[in-house]
């Protein structure tokens, strides 16, 4: 990740000359009939008057425009970002291995009350004394008496689950709402995401090398 500048304006410290290994400097032009413009300079060039390189300035507009339409296509990423970010498929996930769990759990409930119901049986044909009938009774009571904690522990979970998942719809919709990136807060963007923008030019064309956090690096190209 490229060092942090100071900044005064989204793009200061983060627009870069390559050939005069400089950065560009923000200036206002002013006309009477039409309304201001704003340009980058190469440093160099601004110091000495000497255009050697081709894109010497910019105007704030056009690098704007570049930039928004790069983010845009990550725009198109934001459902992917949005669950990324709630780590929703992640709750899913944990929804399924409950049901799982509360399947076997009825399965074995079941089982053990059939027991219980066969005791009776052995009881009143004479196999089990009542002594014996209330030992097993009470051992059986008390496996059935833990397996309904678990699915009361387990329909809690549930419930939280879908609590979670409300939150989460709420909060998805916020993020998607606020990912939209448009001229008015792009300025915005450019501060938190952008780290340096590197500008260096060959025979055809004019190449922006634009680092962002993260150290992810998009090429743009200016053809000449």
């Known amino acids: 990740m490229y060092q942090k500048h100071q900044t005064k304006y ?3 410290g983060k627009l870069y000359c390559n050939k005069h290994n400089c950065y560009y400097i923000r200036k206002i032009k002013h006309y009477k009939n039409k309304e201001d413009v704003i340009f980058w300079y190469c440093s160099s060039f601004h110091k000495t008057g000497k255009k050697d390189c081709y894109f010497a300035c910019f105007k704030e507009d056009d690098l704007y425009n570049i930039l928004l339409s790069i ?7 934001k459902e992917e970002i949005c669950e990324e970010l709630i780590s929703f498929y992640k709750e899913l996930s944990k ?3 409950n049901t799982e769990k509360e399947s076997k759990l009825q399965k074995e409930l079941n089982l053990i009350e059939r027991k219980k119901d066969k005791l009776i049986d052995l009881a009143l044909d004479g196999f089990l004394s009542k002594e014996e009938l ?11 008496k833990g397996i309904k904690s678990k699915l009361e522990e387990l329909e809690a979970n549930k ?3 879908e609590t ?7 909060l998805k919709d916020n993020i998607l ?3 939209v990136i448009t001229r008015d807060n792009l300025e915005n963007y450019i501060e938190e995401l952008v ?4 500008v260096s030019e060959n025979k055809e064309d004019i190449r922006l090398q634009i680092a962002f956090v993260g150290d992810e690096i998009v090429d743009f190209y200016i053809k000449l």
């Open 10 to 12: 989204p793009l200061s």
């Open 71 to 77: 983010f845009k296509n990550y725009e198109a990423y």
């Open 95 to 97: 929804e399924e291995e």
């Open 134 to 144: 209330k030992h097993k009774e009470l051992s059986l009571e008390k496996q059935i």
């Open 159 to 161: 419930n939280i689950v």
């Open 164 to 170: 979670q998942e409300k939150e989460y719809k709420i």
């Open 177 to 179: 709402k606020h990912l």
């Open 195 to 198: 780290d340096k923008i590197i």
